[in-house]
């Protein structure tokens, strides 16, 4: 998965090379990582168990006119690297660019896509029979340091508050969850939760 990493981040950064043929925009965000107040706000909780900062590196298309069924979304790619390597991923889908008021101000940007993570997914238990003390110290560790995916392919909601700040650059207040909703795993769904600022850029 390091290398499927690397690779999407080349891919993105040559996204963001070739951008001024196709136009759409691309976007560099910092990010906390596994933050815990936004899921204890709503009652999901979160797992609060790894830390670090995630860079994230996208790309989003124009708007889809011909999905004007679907709202005419934007497409987005983006690759999240974590500074502590752990639990890094990809992910792609639609969102949406909701106007506050007059265009060009505030703006509100609601996502949804999925996403491949290189974390952790069924780790195993620290109270199984007969384990080694240096087993079960390492199992133990695990336990509280990592987040436990549950699976690999994940949904990936997502939620910005931007402001246009000219005709090229927007700066956006961003979240973005990691879950596999007990859809694409039954059992373990502790999911991972971003918070941080990005700068966009149109070109």
């Known amino acids: 998965m390091k290398t499927a990493i690397l690779a999407a981040t080349a891919s993105v950064l040559v996204a963001g090379a070739a951008a001024p043929a196709f ?10 990582h596994d933050v815990t107040f936004i899921g204890n706000a709503v009652g999901l ?26 709202g005419k979304p934007q497409v987005h790619t983006m690759v ?3 500074t502590n390597n752990t639990s ?7 969102d949406w660019k909701v106007e ?7 703006y509100l940007r609601p ?14 238990p620290a109270n199984a029979p007969n384990l080694t003390p240096e087993e079960r110290a390492r199992r133990t560790y695990l336990y509280y340091h990592r987040i436990d995916f549950g699976s690999k392919v994940l949904f990936e909601p997502e939620l910005a508050l931007g402001y246009q700040v000219s005709d090229r650059v927007s700066v956006e207040l961003s979240y973005t969850h990691l879950s596999n909703g007990q859809i694409f ?11 941080g600022v990005r700068l966009v850029y149109a070109f």
Not at 88 to 94: D, E, I, S, T
Not at 111 to 124: N, V
Request: no cysteine.
């Open 45 to 70: 909780g979160a797992a609060g168990r790894e830390g670090g900062a995630d860079i994230h590196l996208g790309y989003r298309t124009n708007r889809i006119e011909s999905l004007k069924w679907l």
């Open 111 to 124: 996502g949804l896509g999925l996403a491949y993570t290189d974390g952790e997914t069924g780790l195993p």
């Open 185 to 195: 795993h039954q059992g373990k769904n502790q999911g991972l939760d971003d918070a």
């Open 23 to 32: 136009a759409g925009e691309a976007f560099v965000g910092v990010y906390k």
């Open 88 to 94: 890094n991923f990809v992910a792609a889908g639609f």
């Open 80 to 82: 999240s690297i974590n």
């Open 100 to 106: 506050l008021g007059k265009p060009g101000g505030f």
